[in-house]
């Protein structure tokens, strides 16, 4: 294994492999240790659990902290040049332990792996291995192909349009809730989105296999599944003529499994079922995060989001009309190209009418590879960028508190995730509708992570209900 930076760039094929691994004894690699660090979406954490698992049939142990571990893998994201920055930025922190352990193989996974690849291997050599989200069932023979050979970088970046990790079981911590990924990849093509480029056209994983995953963890007493993809609405399995609605019927059958949620639906293919299954269906909560991205219709047409305005918020009155107590969530971009004062506005004044939960919201980022970056100009100053963002983020604050102000006396349904991080004294747990709350732990300690109790709420900050158990 090379201790510094002066590895050759040179990329090998892992595929081309002339058979030399069996050199060394397979239990050469019983129990090494693996630590997994997680950039991004949920989509990500749900990927390096995935990760975790395949290791785990190898052999490989996690480690609790990277300090003890044999293999770090830095599982990224692309999605914004500052995910990328404080990637970058980790990586030279972990060349000090590769200085201080030779043998440690350091590797990048996810997004940014598939994307960046080239610069990777030029502005950290010292990386041994760069593995795409396609290439995961690869892992265990690509890191001991490091462990093995003190080479070139290992990279298997290779798309595979087939990859939906069928049959394998993501390594998760225990806990009250699990994540499963139920389509991979994105068709959609926004012009300023990247995803499309580095985890390729969408898929979905059958739903046998999702629903082995979801028994499984009913079976072991998880109480909440959240069901994940790009755009998870859009799921459709051909051979099964299963739509996303119906499958969320199946889980909701499943015994044990009391809550569901699912992210990110798209807002084009939210069907009637689907607002009907999530009205009728008990397990199935009441929020959806709605990304919108701009009320501008100019900017959504550049963005080629598919949608008008005002189709956006027929959608959102009609989900109101069935299920009136659903709480909504947005992701909105501001600074897109072109985008005028007068667009802005236009999302302002959408956020004042619609009141969202809560909202991601960023500045525009501009992505190497996307129609928006090869033919548009990304022509608003940071600095109005900037602006734009604090203005739409002190107002969210606003709506998001006013929201949680509205439950204060109310009595709700929670489910306890675990103590406070904030406060060891404290648990803390959601809502049906996803509101974080915080309640002091009854000092019989009769309530614990799992357990469904309900809550007074008598007080609130921005974004969590503070309140105390009146049952349980
Ligand atoms: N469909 C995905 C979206 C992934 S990206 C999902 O499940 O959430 C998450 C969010 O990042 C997008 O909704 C968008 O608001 C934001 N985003 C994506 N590309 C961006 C870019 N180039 N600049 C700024 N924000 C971006
Ligand atoms: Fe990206 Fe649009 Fe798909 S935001 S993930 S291309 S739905």
Redesign the pocket.
């Known amino acids: 294994m090379s201790t510094s930076a002066s590895k050759s760039s040179a990329i090998r094929d892992p595929h081309a492999h002339d058979g030399g691994f069996n050199a060394m004894p397979e239990g050469e690699f019983e129990g090494k240790k693996v630590y997994i660090e997680t950039y991004g979406?949920q989509?990500n954490l749900a990927d390096s659990e995935l990760m975790g698992g395949i290791l785990a049939e190898d052999g490989f142990d996690s480690a609790d902290a990277f300090e003890e571990a044999d293999v770090i893998l830095i599982n990224t994201c692309a999605?914004?040049e500052s995910a990328e920055e404080r990637v970058f930025g980790r990586l030279s922190q972990l060349l000090q332990y590769k200085h201080d352990d030779p043998d440690l193989v350091l590797g990048v996974t996810g997004c940014m792996a598939e994307n960046l690849r080239e610069k990777i291997v030029d502005q950290a050599p010292y990386v041994d291995l760069v593995v795409g989200p396609d290439a995961y069932r690869r892992l265990p023979e690509l890191v001991k192909q490091c462990m093995r050979e003190n080479a070139d970088p290992v990279i298997d970046v290779k798309l595979d349009q087939d990859e939906v990790y069928e049959g394998f079981s993501p390594k998760r911590k225990d806990g009250v809730g699990g994540w499963v990924s139920i389509q991979r990849g994105?068709d959609k093509f926004c012009t300023?989105?990247?995803?499309p480029f580095t985890r390729g056209r969408e898929r979905a994983v059958p739903p046998s296999d999702v629903m082995r995953q979801c028994r499984n963890l009913a079976e072991r007493d998880y109480k909440k599944v959240t069901l994940l993809?790009?755009?998870?609405n859009s799921y459709y399995h051909d051979e099964t003529d299963t739509s996303f609605a119906r499958l969320l019927d199946q889980i909701a059958d499943i015994d044990g499994i009391e809550r569901i949620r699912f992210?990110?639906p798209?807002p084009v293919d939210f069907t009637p079922e689907l607002i009907d299954t999530i009205a009728r269906r008990d397990e199935v909560c009441n929020y959806v995060h709605l990304?919108v991205?701009s009320a501008s219709n100019d900017v959504l047409e550049r963005m080629r989001r598919g949608y008008t305005i005002e189709e956006y918020e027929d959608l959102v009155e009609r989900m109101r009309a069935k299920i009136p107590d659903i709480a909504l969530s947005t992701?909105?971009?501001v600074g897109f190209p072109g985008e005028t004062e007068e667009d802005f506005r236009e999302t302002v004044d959408l956020m004042e009418r619609i009141r969202f939960d809560f909202a991601?919201m960023?500045?525009?980022?501009?992505?190497e590879k996307?129609y928006a970056e090869r033919e548009m100009e990304d022509d608003i100053p940071d600095e109005v960028k900037g602006e734009r963002l604090t203005q739409i983020i002190e107002l969210q604050e606003e709506i998001s508190r006013e929201v949680c102000e509205s439950r204060i006396g109310t009595v709700e349904e929670v489910l306890v995730e675990g103590e406070s991080k904030r406060d060891p004294d404290d648990l803390s747990g959601r809502t049906d509708d996803f509101k974080n709350t915080v309640f002091p732990k009854p000092d019989d300690d009769s309530v614990e992570a799992g357990d469904f109790v309900d809550i007074e709420v008598h007080d609130c900050t921005s974004h969590t209900l503070l309140g105390e158990v009146v049952s349980s």
């Open positions: 979406c989509m999605v914004r994105c300023f989105c990247i995803v993809g790009q755009t998870v992210t990110s798209y990304p991205q992701d909105i971009i991601y960023f500045k525009y980022s501009e992505r996307t």
